[in-house]
């Protein structure tokens, strides 16, 4: 792929930030285009930034009309199961209408390819495994609602204009850069490798009178150590996935809409995940059920 420009819709927040620095690695020239509300990454000397939101038409409008842009990669959605259990409008609004808007305006400013972050909760609970792209879809929850509306809108749109978009769906996003130039940095933190490594920070510092912080969700699950198996993949192999996928709309112009699955191939359960950090820090974590 040669050198493009790149509008990176969410690029201040986890898996955004990453993304910007993976094209830029390359030698793409990237915009994040955020609100900041959550997302905290402010990009690198090369980085372009817009401060806007996706529920103001205008402000996706005038991002698209600021540069050409070859490509958009859109990772703006809510994400926290939980929240969106609490605040489904929210979740519907952001994700959805906002969404909306950016179909709109890239339609507005003859802008045809975007590769869409989805997610793996769009399947629900499995009714086999591995879970396949054909895997019936039932999302138990807004979060993943919201998600496969957006992958459906992208499926209509596609079918009724010149338009191509690639979804990719994942379950645990994991790790840093490896260069440590950004990291995880969500409040609340609700990724279990950051809670262990707060747990692990609290004991070597004696923090809270050396309360125990990180919580077991159930030991009783038909797993090998009784704990849940989950599916994590690492932050930057999911970048490296965006680019390919990138790579392929870029290449295949009769590309309409299409979706794949980004895994691991190899669960790990939560004592599995502990036991790795243990081994990390040195330190014999602590947690309760």
């Known amino acids: 792929m040669h050198k493009k420009k790149f509008l990176v819709i969410g690029g201040a927040g986890y898996i955004g930030s990453h993304m910007v620095l993976a094209l830029e690695d390359l030698g793409h020239q990237v915009t994040i285009f955020d609100n900041f509300s959550r997302g905290h990454f402010r990009g690198t000397d090369n980085t372009n930034i817009f401060e806007g939101c996706l529920l ?12 050409s842009f070859d490509m958009v990669m859109h990772f703006a959605a809510f994400a926290y199961v939980g929240e969106s259990v609490e605040k489904p409008i929210d979740y519907f609004e952001n994700n959805i209408s906002g969404t909306i808007n950016l179909l709109k305006a ?21 009714a086999y495994t591995p879970i396949d792209e054909i895997h019936p879809k039932n999302p138990v929850n807004p979060y993943g609602k919201t998600k496969l509306f957006m992958e459906e809108l992208l499926c209509d749109f596609s079918a ?35 809670l262990i490594l707060k747990q692990a920070y609290q004991q070597i510092h004696n923090k809270n009178n050396n309360t125990v912080s990180l919580k077991i969700f159930g030991d009783n699950f038909s797993t090998p150590d009784g704990t849940c198996v989950r599916d994590y993949i690492h932050v930057e192999d999911i ?3 965006h680019i390919l996928a990138a790579t392929r709309l870029l290449d295949n112009p009769s590309v309409k809409a299409e979706c794949y699955n980004l895994a691991n191939d190899k669960g790990f359960s939560v004592l599995d995940v502990i036991k790795a950090c243990s081994k990390v820090t040195n330190i014999d974590i602590n947690y309760f059920v």
């Open 56 to 67: 103001n038409l205008q402000d996706i409008d005038l991002c698209l009309k600021s540069q």
């Open 239 to 241: 970048c490296k996935a």
């Open 106 to 126: 890239m339609k507005h400013n003859s802008l045809n390819k975007l590769v869409f972050s989805s997610t793996c909760a769009v399947y629900g609970e499995p």
């Open 160 to 194: 009724s204009n010149d338009f191509q978009s690639i979804s990719l769906r994942y379950f645990n996003a994991a790790g840093c850069d490896s260069k440590n130039r950004t990291g995880e940095c969500h409040e609340p933190e609700t990724h279990l490798i950051p």
